[in-house]
C-alpha cells in the first residue's frame, strides 16, 4: 500500500511564528485531504486538496502530485493551532482509501 | 447539516469480554470507513463500506472484528473478544462516494483492561 510520511514529527512555536509542514507519498493519488486533531481527539477537517493550493484564513496548502508531495502552511500561529496535523492521501485505483501519516504534533506557545 | 454521529463516546471492559461501537454517517452519504487510532499514531483503516458492501478489509482482524452496514446507512463495529491491545480510539468517517471529502466523528475511546 501506499506510504506516507511527515515532517517534522514535533514542532515547537512561539505564538506568531510561520511553519511549514510536509507530507511525501510514495504512490499516485486521486486526492489529498489535510485533518487536525484537537486536543479531544476530534479530527477537523482543514483542506481536501488533490492538487494545486488553497487558502483558508492564515492556513494554505499545496500538492504537487506529480511530485508526490503536499505542504501546509501556518502563518501567524495562535496557541489553537496545538494539536497533531495528519495528511491523508487517497491512493488511486479502484481499492482507493485514505492512509493517514504519522502525523506532525504541534505546540504554539505564549 | 448534522455531522457523523457515534456511541459510545467511552467504553471501558475487560480483556475477553465483547463490545460493539455504532455510526451513524452523514445522511446521503455511501461511503463509510471504521478507523484505529492506537495512543501516539495516525488511524489505521479497518474497514470500508459502499453502500452495503465492503470494499476494503484487507487490516482487519477477522478473528476478533466484525462489521456490518445492513441497510447501506448505520454501522457497527464488533470486538469479541477484546485484547489489551484494542485499547484504541475507533473512529467513524463517511463521505458521498469514494474519491470525495471524507468527514470524521468524535470516535469512542475504548479501554481494555
Known amino acids: 500500500g501506499i506510504q506516507v510520511e511527515q515532517s517534522p514529527p514535533d514542532l515547537i512555536l512561539q505564538e506568531g511564528a510561520n511553519s511549514t509542514l510536509r507530507c511525501n507519498f510514495s504512490?499516485?493519488?486521486?486526492?489529498l485531504q489535510w485533518f487536525h486533531q484537537n486536543p479531544w481527539g476530534q479530527l477537523i477537517n482543514l483542506f481536501y486538496?488533490?492538487?494545486g493550493t488553497k487558502q483558508n484564513g492564515r492556513l494554505s496548502a499545496t500538492t504537487v502530485a506529480t511530485e508526490r508531495y503536499s505542504l501546509l502552511y501556518i502563518s501567524s500561529s495562535q496557541t489553537t493551532d496545538s494539536g497533531v496535523y495528519f495528511c491523508a492521501p487517497e491512493s488511486s485505483g479502484t481499492a482507493s482509501k485514505l492512509t493517514f501519516g504519522t502525523g506532525t504534533r504541534l505546540q504554539v506557545t505564549l | 447539516e448534522a455531522g457523523v454521529a457515534q456511541s459510545p463516546r467511552y467504553k471501558i471492559i475487560e480483556k475477553r469480554q465483547s463490545v460493539a461501537f455504532w455510526c451513524n454517517p452523514i445522511s446521503g452519504h455511501a461511503t463509510l470507513y471504521w478507523y484505529q487510532q492506537i495512543l501516539g499514531q495516525g488511524p489505521k483503516l479497518l474497514i470500508q463500506?459502499?453502500?452495503?458492501?465492503?470494499?476494503?478489509d484487507s487490516q482487519l482482524p477477522k478473528d476478533r472484528f466484525s462489521a456490518e452496514r445492513l441497510k447501506g446507512v448505520d454501522s457497527t463495529l464488533k470486538i469479541q473478544p477484546a485484547k489489551l491491545e484494542d485499547s484504541a480510539v475507533y473512529l467513524c468517517?463517511?463521505?458521498?462516494?469514494?474519491?470525495?471529502?471524507?468527514?470524521f466523528g468524535q470516535g469512542t475511546r475504548l479501554t481494555v483492561v
Open positions: 468517517a463517511s463521505s458521498f462516494s469514494m474519491n470525495t471529502e471524507a468527514f
Open positions: 486538496i488533490p492538487s
Open positions: 504512490d499516485s493519488v486521486n486526492n
Open positions: 463500506f459502499q453502500n452495503n458492501g465492503v470494499v476494503d
